[in-house]
């Protein structure tokens, strides 16, 4: 038995996403429907629909689509602020023996 080929990562723009989510909500089809009829994963499309429920405020397991970009971007000034200070740490280290 040989193993299925995995698809290729792709992306999707916000306002795709956004359609698919109404299509799902309207009710007319199942996820799984949607999903299909548009060649994406059953579980992408699930996710979108939660991740929408929760930006709109319907849920509040989770974190929403701004508070996410928040929290990345924080790590990101957190990690560039932890670097800075091994960095003036070693310095001072260095200009001390030098003084000495």
């Given at each position: 038995?040989?193993?299925?080929?995995?698809?290729?990562?792709?992306?999707?723009?916000?306002?795709?996403?956004?359609?698919?989510?109404?299509?799902?909500?309207?009710?007319?089809r199942?996820?799984?429907?949607?999903?299909s009829?548009?060649?994406l994963?059953?579980?992408?499309?699930?996710?979108?629909v939660?991740?929408?429920?929760?930006?709109?405020?319907i849920?509040?397991?989770?974190l929403?689509?701004?508070?996410?970009e928040e929290?990345?971007?924080?790590?990101?000034?957190?990690?560039?602020?932890?670097?800075d200070?091994?960095?003036?740490?070693?310095?001072t280290?260095?200009?001390a023996?030098?003084?000495r």
């Amino acid at each position: 038995m040989g193993r299925k080929k995995r698809r290729p990562r792709r992306s999707f723009t916000p306002e795709f996403k956004a359609e698919i989510v109404e299509l799902c909500r309207r009710g007319d089809r199942s996820v799984g429907q949607v999903a299909s009829d548009f060649d994406l994963t059953e579980t992408a499309v699930r996710q979108w629909v939660v991740q929408a429920e929760r930006d709109a405020g319907i849920r509040t397991d989770g974190l929403t689509t701004d508070e996410r970009e928040e929290l990345a971007r924080l790590r990101r000034e957190n990690r560039r602020l932890t670097e800075d200070v091994e960095i003036l740490k070693r310095a001072t280290v260095f200009f001390a023996k030098e003084i000495r």
